[in-house]
């Protein structure tokens, strides 16, 4: 009955279903908007021969180095192309993301596929000169993907609250809120609407409806979304969207 027993709801939904992890606040560093931790967990787990000759060549300074050189390249690529392409590292090229592949046949492509580290973690902080939170955010091998603003109705707020908060309260220039260089969308959810933009900026910012229509496929299909078995019209985000 109140917001933070929906978002511990939909958490629980993720890790017991879709292969999602719980993250840890304390790996997040939000003066740079990443979890460096995962970051090289990642790297080191998938990318062991690129890694150990890294090792080799820094030593302690690698994990730091490393870190500091994908800020650069996220500021200046944008988060989408070096989860794509990876990015260069003294003459190397790491990947930050495997993708699905299209048949199993290259079975160390199904297994690096399979090594992607997806975490949701609550509560994280989202600016770096304040005590800020957002409710939830996405992430992948240690990137900001996604953030999310929950809202219950019980408590007399809904989606258009949440909304308000990131027109009013989120700072669009913050590392997480970035335009394209660290989250790519922000959703503001309730049980009953689902509605996301790319773009934090201020009072201009523009939400678009991430909803199914109250009649999903039919002809004549209105606003909002359908009943669900959950109880929660929005159910079809957490349980097959993410």
């Not at 003294?90 to 048949?103: D, N």
């Not at 309260?169 to 913050?174: E, Q, Y």
Request: glycine letters at 8%; one cysteine or more.
């Amino acid at each position: 009955t109140n917001e933070r027993a929906f978002e511990a709801y939909i958490e629980d939904v993720m890790l017991g279903a879709s292969g999602w992890k719980q993250g840890m606040v304390a790996e997040w560093d939000k003066s740079i908007a990443l979890f460096p931790a995962q970051v090289c967990g990642f790297l080191k787990e998938t990318q062991p021969k690129e890694w150990a000759e890294l090792a080799k060549l820094l030593g302690a300074d690698l994990e730091g180095s490393l870190i500091a050189t994908l800020v650069k390249e996220l500021d200046s690529k944008g988060s989408l192309a070096v989860l794509r392409h990876g990015f260069k590292f003294y003459g190397k090229t790491l990947r930050l993301a495997y993708f699905k592949p299209a048949h199993g046949a290259n079975t160390e492509v199904v297994r690096l596929y399979g090594l992607n580290r997806l975490h949701v973690t609550r509560q994280i902080p989202c600016h770096p000169n304040d005590n800020s939170t957002i409710d939830m955010l996405l992430s992948v091998n240690g990137l900001p993907v996604a953030t999310i603003e929950l809202k219950n109705p019980t408590t007399g707020q809904t989606w258009r609250d949440a909304v308000r908060q990131y027109k009013e309260d989120r700072l669009p220039g913050a590392p997480l809120f970035s335009f394209k260089k660290r989250a790519l969308v922000h959703f503001a959810v309730d049980p009953n609407e689902v509605h996301m933009t790319s773009q934090l900026k201020g009072e201009k910012t523009f939400f678009l409806p991430f909803n199914r229509g109250s009649h999903p496929g039919a002809v004549c299909c209105g606003a909002g979304n359908p009943q669900h078995p959950s109880g929660h019209r929005t159910a079809y985000f957490w349980e097959d969207v993410l």
